[in-house]
Every structure is written in structure tokens, then in C-alpha cells.
């Protein structure tokens, strides 16, 4: 069993999770951290699920999908690298899978003619707005017990604690 993967609970069996090993001594800080992996986690388990039943298609090539999905105009592959927090051989490995299905192709850079682009091709788009709105759906349905203002209390202070870790970043570099 993997380290994200949970074992299945009985109806009488707390479920244990990264999370639930804390004690009451451990940092909150720590527990904080652990409780936003373990939703994470949760949620990203569902989702990949669901896009390889439905589409037959993996996280990580929507991902990829979604990024060129913003940018028309296509993106560099160490762009997409970076964007996706990935390295450059996932995204080739990526860019050629959906380049043999026609949902992506490698183009010329405008600015850089020795350089290529990547960009979705028209069924590319067609084949992602369709997922993107499927999957909008289901991020609303597994979030839908959480109301509106919650929702709101969460983004407000997640924004804060990115804004933070950025301010942090950029202080330590040199």
C-alpha cells in the first residue's frame, strides 16, 4: 500500500490517515500541514479515478491539457515543466502521448525558431472543455457539504499562508 493510500474502513473504524498518527504534543503547525495533505490527497485520489473511468485519460495529461488550455498561443516545454512542477522528461513522455492522439502538437516558437512550442490542437480543445467541465462538477460535488462561507474562510486564509510563503521566499534569496 502506498504512503497516500488509505486502508478502507469499516463503519465502526476511525479512518487513519497521515493525520490521524499525531498526538495532542505534535505542533500545530504540523498537524495544519498534515490536514490540508490529507484532503489533498483525498481529493486528488477521486479526481484521477474519475478522469481515467470517464475519459480514459490520466491526471497528469489533463494537467498538461489545462495549462495549454490558458495559453492559445502555446508554451514552451520548460514552461510547461515549470508550470506542472514536474520534470522535463514527464512532460516529453506527456507531449508525445497526446501528440499521437492529435490533442496536441509540437509548433515552431515565434520567438525562437530553433526552439518548439506545444499547443492543443482543435480536438484537443474540444476533448478538454468537455473534461474541464465534468471535472469542475465534481471538485463542486466533493466540496459541496462545505457552504459558501466556509469556502470563502478557507480561500481567504490559504491566500494569506501562500502570500506568506512567498514573501519568505523571496527574502531568502539572495
Known amino acids: 500500500m502506498a504512503l497516500n493510500e488509505?486502508?478502507?474502513?469499516?463503519?465502526?473504524e476511525p479512518v487513519l490517515d497521515?493525520?490521524?498518527?499525531?498526538?495532542?504534543?505534535?505542533?500545530?503547525?504540523?498537524?495544519?500541514?498534515?490536514?490540508?495533505?490529507?484532503?489533498?490527497?483525498?481529493i486528488e485520489a477521486e479526481i484521477r479515478s474519475r478522469l481515467r473511468?470517464?475519459?480514459?485519460?490520466?491526471?497528469?495529461?489533463?494537467?498538461?491539457m489545462a495549462q495549454l488550455e490558458r495559453y492559445p498561443e502555446g508554451l514552451r516545454m520548460g514552461e510547461l515543466s515549470r508550470r506542472m512542477m514536474v520534470t522535463g522528461g514527464n512532460v516529453?513522455?506527456?507531449t508525445d502521448q497526446l501528440e499521437q492522439e492529435k490533442l496536441v502538437m509540437r509548433?515552431?516558437?515565434?520567438?525562437?525558431?530553433?526552439?518548439?512550442?506545444?499547443?492543443?490542437?482543435?480536438?484537443g480543445r474540444e476533448a478538454f472543455s468537455a473534461m474541464a467541465q465534468v471535472h469542475e462538477g465534481w471538485v463542486?460535488?466533493?466540496?459541496?457539504?462545505?457552504?459558501?462561507?466556509?469556502?470563502?474562510?478557507?480561500?481567504?486564509?490559504?491566500s494569506r499562508m501562500k502570500d506568506q510563503l512567498y514573501a519568505r521566499e523571496a527574502k531568502d534569496k539572495p
Open 6 to 12: 488509505q486502508p478502507a474502513a469499516t463503519p465502526n
Open 18 to 42: 497521515l493525520e490521524s498518527r499525531l498526538t495532542s504534543d505534535h505542533h500545530q503547525s504540523l498537524k495544519l500541514w498534515l490536514r490540508m495533505l490529507s484532503c489533498t490527497t483525498k
Open 53 to 64: 473511468a470517464q475519459f480514459g485519460i490520466t491526471l497528469p495529461r489533463f494537467d498538461l
Open 92 to 94: 516529453t513522455g506527456i
Open 107 to 123: 509548433v515552431p516558437d515565434p520567438k525562437d525558431g530553433r526552439a518548439y512550442s506545444v499547443k492543443l490542437t482543435a480536438a
Open 140 to 158: 463542486a460535488e466533493l466540496l459541496q457539504e462545505m457552504t459558501v462561507d466556509e469556502k470563502g474562510q478557507l480561500i481567504d486564509l490559504l
